[in-house]
């Protein structure tokens, strides 16, 4: 079965399409405790990035990268 919802990119807000490159990555909200060994709890949201746009964090969400897809 298919992925088919939409995702939009956090970077640059535009729809990211199956038959682009992107990134998945984790979304936290930075003003709680985080660390990098972070386990993923329930509620933890995932984003797709293009590849180009990834960043490590954007106001106040941090992102820790799952996986690469090339496509």
Do not use: N, W
């Amino acid at each position: 079965m298919s992925d088919q919802r939409i995702h939009t990119c956090p970077g640059c807000g535009q729809p990211v399409r199956p038959d682009e490159d992107y990134v998945v990555a984790l979304e936290h909200d930075a003003e709680f405790e985080f660390t990098l060994h972070q386990t993923r709890r329930d509620g933890s949201t995932e984003r797709r990035f293009h590849v180009e746009h990834f960043r490590r964090r954007l106001g106040g969400r941090v992102f820790t990268l799952v996986q690469v897809q090339d496509t």
